[in-house]
């Protein structure tokens, strides 16, 4: 009943930007906490930020300085603002939720199907 899409993927040459939407979705009490991981060909699924209710962020350190986190409550939004991108950055990235459907419900982790960002020449 809940679903997270992601959209914003796309090919980009190195230095360039690009902007990740997720929007949640469905039956939705509340929103805790909110962030994106990437996995790269070969490589383990990482964390790349992740952002509160309240809006206090972290960011993998691969990451900080070039990607921003930010949300819109209001409409059960996540961003990911990425700048100078790298080849190291080429993942498929996954949004994902801290949520409830009731309020007396369990808090659950929710997955978007996951988009992929290409940085290349």
């Known amino acids: 009943q809940v679903q997270l899409v992601e959209s914003g993927g796309g090919l980009v040459q190195p230095g360039g930007s690009l902007r990740l939407s997720c929007a949640a979705s469905g039956s939705i009490f509340r929103i805790n906490a909110m962030g994106w991981y990437r996995q790269a060909p070969g490589k383990q699924r990482e964390l790349v930020a992740v952002?509160?209710?309240?809006?206090?962020?972290n960011y993998a350190d691969s990451v900080k300085g070039r990607f921003t986190i930010s949300r819109d409550n209001a409409k059960n939004t996540v961003y990911l603002q990425m700048s100078s991108l790298k080849p190291e950055d080429t993942a498929v990235y996954y949004c994902t939720a801290d949520l409830k459907q009731t309020y007396g419900g369990p808090w659950r982790d929710y997955w978007g199907q996951g988009t992929q960002v290409t940085a290349s020449s």
């Open positions: 952002i509160s209710s309240g809006g206090v962020t």
